[in-house]
């Protein structure tokens, strides 16, 4: 190319990206430290308006000291959510795992010529709305729900539970229903990449079911799972609408819970920045789990 | 080889029957299929039953009292249609969508075919940055753009300009990641030929690479747009008010306050356009690329 500069060419590139790139520095990278400035500024006296400090040198710890001073100890009263939010994520992303590995093992190996319409419905409740499907189980969940009237088997006993009524059990199961979807995506994708001839290869040479599963398909899909496993427990670590509508309860709030009730009180505003720090801190390093796996797979799909 | 499966296991008694038949390497997964059916029946039921009960004659959410449409239009106070705070989030949702959208989705295709073919450590860090976005939990980055635009003086309000603000940034990730990986697959030696050929790297992207990205800019068209009417934390946090809360926002404040099918209604109505802008983006994205295995793979947001 006579006409035109390797100059010219090579900036090309670096333009095409910039936009993007200004955005998702100005608008995720640079807010991040507005929250910095934020949790360790101070408060106004008068209109409890959070005032940041932009200086790191003149940072006042104070606010971070409260917060990091209920966590544990007599005064403790954020330590309980805090563990309640480990407990219940924890629980609910295995009984994911538990619910999503064998439909996205069928779906990916056995489906045949059905393999499309159960995708699709696979995938369905990943278009309805979050809300709308919490939406259904309050309804279900009711007093005089359907839940209580099929457990009561029409009226034959007498069944009252109030579901919604601060049950750890409602909300480790509606975070379950809530993020399953999630997780049988990025499953179905790395069940689907394994090639069926090795499980039958291994079957051939007299492996069993379990030994087949355990020696050749689990490890073949351990990348798969790890991904699923990240794709679904870090965006439980910040929810806090499910907690809401399920339980509505103080008594199985969790991290989240804490950072929406603060973040709209004035005076509070420092804890929520505190607490969000906390929930980056915690979920960095599986982020960059993630950020590897993704890119080593993409280098395999190539 | 089924046979030889067959012919190791010979039972005799019905338990030892049902036990070989267990053990059999070759028999069909039917506890599989019934685990499948069941986790579908589980998911989409509550959904479907919700759907119904939006039809509802009376009042309640629980109890089938008729099939009507009173909570759609007849309703001439607490109807969809008739409500002015339902009929508004109703809008303000599909215009959100359609700002995020048209935003989004050339930022992110340009990005995507920047960080592509640019080496070095400000792409590199950029694109972590991207992926990064796509697992973080929403409340951070909605926490985080609530205090930018509480506590500083810039032109990210509250309202409109910083629920589209905060989607765009939350959503930019689905277009660099489906883009890229069509990338991936067409590989470089078309916009090369271009090249070749006479074209500027400009003529060749626009003529060339544009052509061929097209299925996967209409499906990250589709996605963006469908996972943004049914965002709830961004939107929720940078809403200015009651004048733009979008339909999430609703369900979140009335789900648990004594609401009508009317709630259920409301939900249905986005329901509908969501799937149908899914439906009917698939479709058109087979058309675009007939020929081709996976084609729904795309839709699952794995690219």
């Not at chain 1, 090309?12 to 500024?41: E, H, K, M, R």
């Not at chain 2, 039809?55 to 759609?72: H, M």
């Not at chain 2, 007849?74 to 989030?89: E, I, K, M, N, Y």
């Not at chain 2, 979008?246 to 609401?259: E, L, Q």
Request: net charge positive.
């Amino acid at each position: 190319m006579p006409d035109r500069g390797p100059r010219g060419q090579r900036l090309f590139w670096p333009l095409l990206a910039l936009p993007g790139t200004v955005w998702i520095t100005l608008l995720f990278v640079a807010p991040l430290y507005v929250v910095l400035a934020v949790l360790f500024g101070g408060v106004d006296p008068i209109l409890r308006q959070p005032v940041p400090v932009w200086d790191p040198l003149q940072w006042n710890f104070s606010q971070f000291d409260y917060v990091l001073g209920h966590i544990v100890g007599p005064d403790g009263f954020f330590g309980p959510a805090l563990v309640r939010t480990a407990v219940y994520v924890a629980l609910a992303s295995g009984v994911c795992l538990l619910v999503a590995y064998p439909v996205a093992y069928y779906t990916a190996r056995f489906a045949g010529r059905y393999r499309g319409v159960l995708l699709a419905l696979l995938i369905a409740p990943f278009w309805i709305s979050y809300m709308m499907r919490m939406l259904a189980w309050v309804n279900l969940l009711q007093n005089d729900g359907l839940v209580n009237r099929v457990l009561s088997l029409g009226g034959l006993y007498d069944v009252h539970v109030d579901w919604l009524d601060g049950r750890p059990v409602t909300v480790v199961l509606g975070l379950v229903y809530g993020y399953v979807p999630y997780m049988v995506l990025p499953l179905f994708a790395g069940l689907d990449r394994i090639p069926a001839a090795v499980q039958e290869a291994a079957r051939d040479l007299g492996a069993g079911r379990f030994e087949t599963f355990r020696r050749v398909t689990w490890p073949m899909s351990r990348t798969a799972v790890v991904v699923s496993l990240l794709v679904t427990t870090l965006p439980m670590l910040g929810d806090y609408y499910t907690n809401d509508l399920l339980s509505a309860s103080p008594s199985t709030s969790m991290v989240g819970n804490l950072i929406n009730n603060s973040v709209l009180t004035p005076g509070q505003t420092g804890q929520a920045g505190a607490f969000v720090m906390l929930v980056l801190l915690v979920s960095i390093i599986p982020m960059l789990i993630y950020v590897r796996a993704t890119r080593s797979g993409v280098e395999v799909q190539s | 080889m089924t046979s030889v499966a067959r012919t190791v296991a010979v039972p005799a008694a019905q338990t030892r029957r049902l036990g070989a038949w267990f053990r059999d390497p070759w028999r069909k997964p039917r506890i599989l299929a019934g685990v499948t059916l069941l986790y579908i029946g589980w998911s989409l039921l509550p959904v479907a039953i919700a759907v119904l009960f939006s039809f509802n004659a009376g009042k309640s959410r629980t109890v089938w009292q008729g099939f009507s449409t009173r909570w759609y239009y007849g309703d001439p106070l607490r109807s969809v249609w008739h409500d002015p705070t339902l009929h508004s989030a109703v809008v303000h949702t599909l215009w959100l969508g359609l700002l995020a959208t048209v935003i989004t989705v050339p930022l992110g295709v340009a990005m995507a075919l920047g960080l592509d073919r640019w080496r070095g450590r400000i792409p590199a860090g950029a694109n972590a940055f991207v992926l990064i976005s796509f697992v973080l939990p929403e409340i951070l980055l909605a926490v985080a753009l609530l205090f930018v635009a509480t506590v500083l003086q810039t032109p990210l309000h509250l309202g409109t300009v910083g629920q589209v603000v905060g989607l765009v940034t939350y959503q930019l990730s689905y277009p660099v990641v489906i883009v890229r990986g069509r990338l991936l697959t067409i590989g470089k030696q078309y916009e090369e030929a271009a090249i070749d050929l006479g074209a500027s790297p400009a003529g060749a992207v626009r003529r060339v690479l544009v052509k061929m990205l097209l299925p996967a800019i209409f499906a990250s068209t589709v996605l963006v747009f469908a996972d943004v009417i049914d965002d709830f934390v961004i939107v929720r946090y940078l809403s200015g008010g009651a004048s733009t809360e979008p339909v999430s926002v609703k369900i979140y404040n009335t789900a648990r306050a004594a609401p009508t099918p009317a709630l259920n209604a409301l939900a249905t109505v986005l329901l509908v356009s969501s799937l149908l802008v899914v439906l009917l983006g698939f479709l058109a994205y087979r058309r675009f690329t007939r020929g081709e295995r996976r084609s729904i793979d795309v839709f699952a947001g794995e690219a």
